[in-house]
C-alpha cells in the first residue's frame, strides 16, 4: 500500500498546498505611533469660502478667533501617524487631504492586518477596529468582559509603552457581492472612545475584494491629489473623509488648550458661548474650505470613502456639489452620515472645475463644515461628455406671498381650535405675549407661462403647497429654467443631481473669490436662465425617476427657511421651518407682533418653528386622494437643520422601497426618498412624523383613499390560512432601568458618586433614581387574563417591551387587549390591516382585536424572511409611548414559522433571535411622572419646581429599558444563524447608531449589504442577520457620544461550539490545510480497499 499510495499522495498534497498558500492573503505591516501635537483647524487664517480674514468673518470668527478667552483655530490633539519602520524615526508620507486623521489600513480579503502601536502621548489610548475579525487580545476596547490580565493588554496602551494587534479580513467579514468593491471602516482609541475619538485619535480602514489592492501598502509622498498612484486596482483614486462636529471641550486636553488663552484662568468652561465656540464642525479637521489638495481627473472613477462621529448634532447631509454619485447602486449627490455611519460611493466626474462639497445641515454649513474638490481634464476632452435628448423651458420667479401655516384655522386631525388653551397647537398659532401666530410673509417660486411673466401657469397639484412647481427631464435633457427675482432681495436657484457650466454655479460660495457669478445673485426685478444638463439619470437600481430638490442658494440658510408610470404622484417636504432665521423675521413683527414682542425670547423663537409638511401643518394640506388600487408614487424630501430628522409614517398602507416592505421613511436635510403604494385599506389615514416633538408640534396630514370605478384593487378580506391568538394586558408596574451598577463602574473605573450614569441613576435631593412607576404590555395565558405567561430564557432579553407578536403573511391575529392599568389605552400597530387600532380601552376593559396580515405587510422580494414593525399605545402617543407600552411586531413569509399551537412559534430558518429597542425613555413625559415624583422623592408635586438638571436626570438611554450592561440573555452558540430586529423610537435625540464589536451582518435593500453599524431613527424598524462566529463577551451599544456615557451599552455572548463549524472557525489559511488533510486521508482509504 505505501508503495502504492505514497507518490500520488505526495504529488496531490504538494498540488493541494500549493493552491491552499495562493489563496492565502498577505500580511499587511503598518507601524503606528500615538502622538501628541498642535493642530490647526484653519491654517491660511482666512475663511476660503470668501476670502475674508478670520478676524473679520461673522460666522469664521465664532469659532476661530483667538481672544483672552476663546482658544482660536489651534488645539492639541493626540493623533495616530505611520512611521516607515520599526524603528519609529520617520514619519510616513501622506495625503494632505488626510487632515488629522490617522492613516489609511487597507486589506483584502484574507489578509492579516499587523499595526504595531507605540505610545508616544503622555497618557494612555488603545486601538479598537471596525469591521474585521480579532480575538479578545486584539480587540482594543476597554469593558467588563469577563477577561483578565494579557487579554487586557490590548485594551489600554500605557504612555511608552508598544503593543501589536493582529486583525484578520476573513471571508465573513468581506463585502458581499453586491456591495462596492471596498468597505468604509474606522479605528480609533476605546479607553473612553468619545474622549478619545474628540481628542483626536481615529483613522480610516478599508476592506476589500481580492484582487483590488496593489502589492505594496507603502504610502505615497506627494504635494498634490492628482500625482498620488492609486493603491487600488479598480479606480484612479481613493478618498477618504470624515464629517465631524469636533467637542473640543469633550478632549482629553482641554485644560491645556484653555491654558494658551490670555487670559485662562477666569474662563469659565461652563459657559455655553465658550462652549459653542470649541465645536469645530470639521471635515478631516480642516472649516471654512480649508481642506486642501483633493483634485480628480476628468472621466476617471473615484471612490469615496465618507464616515461620521460623534454626538447627537453630527446629522450630515455630504452633497457634492456639480456631480453625482452611486451609493449602493443608487444615483444621488448627497450622502447621509451619523456617528460610526460608514458610506462608500462611486463617482466618474463629468463636470471639470471647482466645486464645493458641503454639509448640508443649516448649522453646519454656516459653521464651516464646507470644502472644496477640483476636477481637471488631465487630457481628457470636456466636451466629450454627450448631451441628446430635448430642450425643456420653465419660467420661475421669486414672489413674495403671505402664508397661512393653516389656512383652515383649525386642528384637522383632531377637530379643534388651533389656539385652544394648553393645546400644542396654541403654541404655534396663539398670538399672546408677541407671538406671530400662523401667518408669516415668505417667499415662494411661482411658474409662469412664458418669458413675460404676465400669466402664472396653473397647478396641476394642490398638494404641493409652499413647494414650487415640479420640473421634470429625462436623461440627456437639457433644462432651461429662466428666473426672475420678483422678491425685493437678491435670490437664486439651486438644483441638486444636474450638471452645469461654472458661470451657472448657483451657491454664493466658489472658488475662494468673493465676486458672485451672476446665477447666485439674481438681484429684485432682474433675470438670470440657467441651464442645467441631465447627463446621468436614475441607475438600474433606481425608480424609474429620481427625485431632486431645487430651491435658493444666495443664502442657502436664510433663503429655504423663507419658503407616469403611476396613476398618481404626491411630493412632500418635511421640514421646521425656522422663521427666526428668515430675511422676514422684522417685517413679520412688525405687521403681527406687539410691544410684548422680543425676538430673543425663547418662547418666542419656539413659536416661530413651524413643523410643516409642505408649508402646512395639523391636517391642513389638501390634494392628498387617491383611489384604493391604485399604483401611487410618493416622493419625500427633507431640509433643514439637526433636528430635522423624520421618520415618516403612513398609516393604514404599507409601500415598496428598493423591493423591501415599508411603512416608514426616513428623511434628513437635503435627501430624498422614492416609495410605491398601492393602498387598499380605504379611509381617512394619517401621514406624520413619528418624531415625538415633530408630532405634537403639528407635522401630521392626512390622506384619503376612495372606492374608484373601473379601479382594480386587491381583496379587502380573504379568509386567514391561520388564526393566531394572543391574551395582552396593560400593567403597572416597577421598572428598574440598572438593578445592578457594578458593570457600569467597573468600565469607568470610578466611584457611584463621579460615574457618569449617576447623573441619571443616583437617587438623592431632586433625584428619582433608576425606579420608576410604568406601564408595559404582558402576555396572558388565556381569555381568563388570571395567570400571566412566564417569560421562556430566550424572551428574557425583551425587558419593558411586550411580547413578539408573530405572523406569517396570509394570517389573523387577534387580540384579547385588557386594560389593567388605571387609565385608558389601546393597542396600534405597524404594518398591518387593523380594526379596533385607535379605541381606547377604559381600565378594566377587554376589547378583542384582530389584524389581517395581507401580502402586502410581508416581506418585500428583497427583504429577510421576517420583518419587523412595533406596536404601540395610540390614545395619547406620545404620553403612552413614554409610559412604557410598546412592542415589537414580526411578519414572515409562509412556511417560515414552525407549525404547532399556540403564538410561541419559533422560526425554522434561524436558531436565535432578538428584539432590541433603542430610545430614550423621557420620564418627563410618562402619565406616571407626577406619581414618580410623589413615590421616589416624597414631595407633592404640585409644589415641586423642576429644573433642567432634574428633566436630564429624567432621560434614561436604554436598550430595552436598561442601562449600562444591565440587558442580559443575549446568548448564542457560535456558528447559529440569527436574526436581530431592530427598532427605533422616540424623539430627536434618538437616532442610534448600534454597533456591534466583533461581528459583522448583513442587511438588505434591494442589494445585501455588509455592516456592523446601523442607524436607527424614530420609526425605524430593521431586521439585520448575523451568523455568530467569534466566541466570546462583545459589547453591543449605540455609537453615540452621549449616548454611551449616558448607558446605551450591553454585552452578548458567543459561546464556543466544538461541533459546529469547525472549518470556518480556523484561522485563514488553515483551512486549506485541513481539507488537503481530509483528502489525503479520503485517497488513503481508497488505496488501502484497493490493495484488499
Known amino acids: 500500500m505505501a508503495r502504492t499510495v505514497t507518490p500520488f499522495a505526495c504529488c496531490l498534497l504538494a498540488l493541494l498546498c500549493a493552491a491552499a498558500a495562493g489563496k492565502r492573503g498577505r500580511e ?27 478676524d473679520y468673518d461673522e460666522h469664521a470668527s465664532v469659532f476661530l478667533e483667538k481672544g483672552p478667552q476663546r482658544i482660536g483655530r489651534v488645539y492639541k490633539k493626540a493623533m495616530f501617524r505611520q512611521y516607515t519602520d520599526a524603528s519609529y524615526s520617520h514619519l510616513a508620507p501622506r495625503p494632505q487631504w488626510l487632515g488629522f486623521l490617522g492613516p489609511i489600513l487597507r486589506a483584502e480579503v484574507d489578509d492579516v492586518i499587523v499595526v504595531h502601536l507605540k505610545n508616544f502621548a503622555t497618557r494612555s489610548y488603545s486601538m479598537h477596529p471596525h469591521g474585521v475579525f480579532y480575538e479578545k487580545n486584539a480587540e482594543g476596547a476597554l469593558y467588563p468582559d469577563g477577561t483578565s490580565k494579557k487579554l487586557k493588554e490590548d485594551d489600554s496602551v500605557p504612555p511608552g509603552g508598544s503593543y501589536t494587534y493582529r486583525w484578520e479580513v476573513r471571508p465573513e467579514f468581506a463585502p458581499t457581492d453586491d456591495d462596492a468593491n471596498c468597505l468604509t471602516w474606522v479605528y480609533h482609541s476605546h479607553l473612553d472612545a468619545p474622549r478619545d475619538i474628540a481628542s483626536g485619535l481615529i483613522g480610516a480602514l478599508v476592506t476589500c475584494k481580492k484582487g483590488i489592492l496593489k502589492e505594496t501598502n507603502n504610502p505615497v509622498h506627494t504635494t498634490s491629489n492628482s500625482d498620488i498612484p492609486s493603491a487600488r486596482n479598480d479606480v484612479d483614486q481613493d478618498i477618504f473623509l470624515m464629517f465631524n462636529v469636533v467637542d473640543e471641550n469633550l478632549s482629553w486636553y482641554i485644560e491645556e488648550n484653555v491654558q494658551n488663552c490670555s487670559d485662562g484662568v477666569n474662563i469659565d468652561q461652563d459657559n455655553e458661548d465658550f462652549e459653542e465656540s470649541n465645536m469645530m464642525h470639521a471635515i478631516n479637521g480642516y472649516l471654512f474650505g480649508n481642506l486642501p489638495g483633493i483634485t480628480l481627473c476628468l472621466h476617471q472613477p473615484v471612490a469615496w470613502h465618507l464616515f461620521g462621529m460623534g454626538n447627537e448634532v453630527d446629522i450630515h447631509s455630504a452633497y457634492f456639489h456639480g456631480n453625482t454619485l452611486l451609493d449602493r447602486g443608487h444615483r444621488t449627490d448627497v450622502l447621509s452620515l451619523f456617528p460610526a455611519t460608514f458610506a462608500t460611493a462611486e463617482m466618474v466626474p463629468k463636470a471639470s472645475g471647482k466645486w464645493l462639497l458641503t454639509c448640508q445641515v443649516n448649522d453646519h454649513f454656516q459653521a464651516g463644515m464646507q470644502a472644496f474638490y477640483e476636477v481637471k481634464s488631465c487630457g481628457s476632452d470636456p466636451s466629450s461628455t454627450a448631451k441628446s435628448g430635448v430642450v425643456r423651458n420653465y419660467y420661475l420667479a421669486a414672489e413674495k406671498v403671505l402664508w397661512n401655516y393653516a389656512p383652515s384655522e383649525k386642528d384637522l386631525i383632531n377637530n379643534k381650535s388651533l389656539t385652544e388653551a394648553n393645546s400644542s397647537s396654541e403654541v404655534f398659532f396663539g398670538r399672546d405675549g408677541g407671538r406671530i401666530g400662523g401667518r408669516y410673509i415668505k417667499v415662494i417660486y411661482k411658474e409662469y407661462t412664458d418669458e413675460t ?23 440627456g435633457d437639457t433644462l432651461r429654467v429662466t428666473f426672475m427675482n420678483k422678491a425685493d432681495r437678491n435670490y437664486s436657484i439651486e438644483t441638486h443631481g444636474l450638471h452645469y457650466d461654472k458661470v451657472s454655479q448657483r451657491s454664493s460660495s466658489d472658488e475662494q473669490m468673493t465676486d458672485m457669478t451672476p446665477g447666485s445673485h439674481v438681484a429684485p426685478e432682474e433675470r438670470f436662465t440657467y441651464t442645467w444638463h441631465v447627463l446621468e439619470g436614475p441607475s438600474s437600481s433606481d425608480s424609474p425617476c429620481v427625485p431632486y430638490l431645487y430651491y435658493s442658494a444666495t443664502d442657502a440658510v436664510r433663503d429655504t427657511n423663507s419658503g407616469l408610470d403611476v396613476d398618481k404622484e404626491f411630493f412632500l417636504l418635511f421640514s421646521v421651518m425656522d422663521e427666526n432665521i ?6 413679520n413683527i412688525q405687521k403681527f407682533g406687539n410691544t410684548e414682542t422680543d425676538p430673543l425670547d425663547e418662547d418666542f423663537e419656539e413659536s416661530n418653528k413651524m413643523h410643516a409638511v409642505n408649508g402646512l401643518m395639523y391636517g391642513n394640506l389638501a390634494g392628498l386622494e387617491m383611489c384604493a388600487g391604485d399604483k401611487v408614487r410618493w416622493y419625500a424630501f427633507g431640509l433643514g437643520t439637526e433636528v430635522d430628522i423624520h421618520g415618516v409614517h403612513f398609516e393604514g398602507n404599507t409601500f415598496k422601497k428598493q423591493g423591501t416592505t415599508r411603512d416608514t421613511i426616513s428623511l434628513f436635510p437635503h435627501t430624498t426618498a422614492t416609495v410605491t403604494m398601492v393602498p387598499n385599506t380605504p379611509g381617512v389615514h394619517e401621514v406624520s412624523c413619528r418624531v415625538t416633538d415633530h408630532f405634537s408640534a403639528g407635522m401630521r396630514q392626512q390622506y384619503t383613499v376612495k372606492y374608484c370605478k373601473g379601479h382594480t384593487m386587491g381583496l379587502l378580506h380573504t379568509e386567514p390560512t391561520r388564526v393566531v391568538q394572543y391574551f395582552i394586558s396593560a400593567e403597572e408596574i416597577e421598572w428598574d432601568y440598572a438593578p445592578n451598577r457594578s458593570w457600569e463602574l467597573e468600565k469607568h473605573n470610578t466611584t457611584l458618586e463621579d460615574s457618569p450614569g449617576n447623573i441619571f441613576l443616583g437617587k438623592g435631593e431632586n433625584r428619582i433614581g433608576p425606579r420608576y412607576k410604568k406601564v408595559v404590555y404582558r402576555e396572558y395565558t388565556d381569555d381568563t387574563f388570571r395567570v400571566q405567561k412566564r417569560r421562556q430564557l430566550h424572551q428574557q432579553h425583551l425587558g419593558i417591551l411586550g411580547p413578539i407578536i408573530k405572523a406569517e403573511v396570509g394570517e389573523q391575529i387577534v387580540i384579547a387587549f385588557k386594560n389593567n392599568a388605571r387609565r385608558p389605552y389601546s393597542i396600534s400597530a405597524h404594518g398591518v390591516r387593523a380594526s379596533g387600532a385607535h379605541i381606547p380601552v377604559k381600565p378594566g376593559h377587554i376589547l378583542e382585536l384582530t389584524w389581517d396580515v395581507p401580502e402586502s405587510s410581508g416581506p418585500g422580494v428583497s427583504d429577510p424572511n421576517c420583518i419587523s414593525y412595533a406596536y404601540y399605545s395610540s390614545v395619547n402617543f406620545i404620553k403612552d409611548l413614554y409610559s412604557g407600552l410598546l412592542g415589537p411586531l414580526v411578519i414572515c413569509r409562509p412556511g417560515i414559522l414552525k407549525r404547532g399551537e399556540g403564538p410561541d412559534r419559533q422560526r425554522e430558518d434561524v436558531e436565535k433571535e432578538f428584539a432590541l429597542l433603542f430610545m430614550v425613555h423621557d420620564e418627563n413625559k410618562s402619565w406616571y411622572f407626577e406619581d414618580n415624583i410623589r413615590t421616589y422623592l416624597g414631595i407633592d408635586p404640585d409644589t415641586f419646581v423642576p429644573d433642567e438638571d432634574f428633566e436630564e436626570s429624567n432621560l434614561m438611554h436604554g436598550i430595552n429599558g436598561k442601562l449600562y450592561g444591565n440587558l442580559h440573555n443575549l446568548e448564542m452558540v457560535q456558528g447559529q444563524k440569527v436574526d436581530w430586529y431592530l427598532l427605533g423610537m422616540g424623539n430627536e435625540v434618538d437616532m442610534h447608531t448600534v454597533h456591534f464589536h466583533a461581528e459583522t451582518f448583513t442587511y438588505k435593500t434591494d442589494r445585501v449589504h455588509r455592516a456592523d453599524v446601523f442607524d436607527l431613527f424614530p420609526g425605524t424598524f430593521q431586521t439585520v442577520e448575523m451568523v455568530a462566529g467569534n466566541p466570546g463577551t462583545w459589547l453591543l451599544h449605540c455609537h453615540v457620544t452621549d449616548h454611551i456615557h449616558a448607558g446605551m451599552e450591553t454585552t452578548f455572548t458567543i459561546k464556543e461550539s466544538s461541533s459546529r463549524d469547525v472549518l470556518s472557525s480556523t484561522a485563514p489559511g488553515t483551512e486549506g490545510c485541513i481539507k488537503t488533510l481530509l483528502l489525503l486521508l479520503a485517497f488513503g482509504l481508497m488505496g488501502a480497499a484497493g490493495q484488499h
Open 28 to 54: 499587511r505591516v503598518y507601524y503606528v505611533g500615538i502622538i501628541e501635537d498642535f493642530w490647526d483647524y484653519a491654517p491660511s487664517g482666512k475663511n476660503l469660502l470668501n476670502g475674508e480674514d478670520i
Open 453 to 475: 411673466f404676465t400669466t402664472i401657469k396653473p397647478s396641476a397639484n394642490e398638494h404641493l403647497g409652499i413647494l414650487g412647481p415640479v420640473l421634470r427631464a429625462e436623461e
Open 582 to 587: 428668515s430675511w422676514y423675521l422684522s417685517e
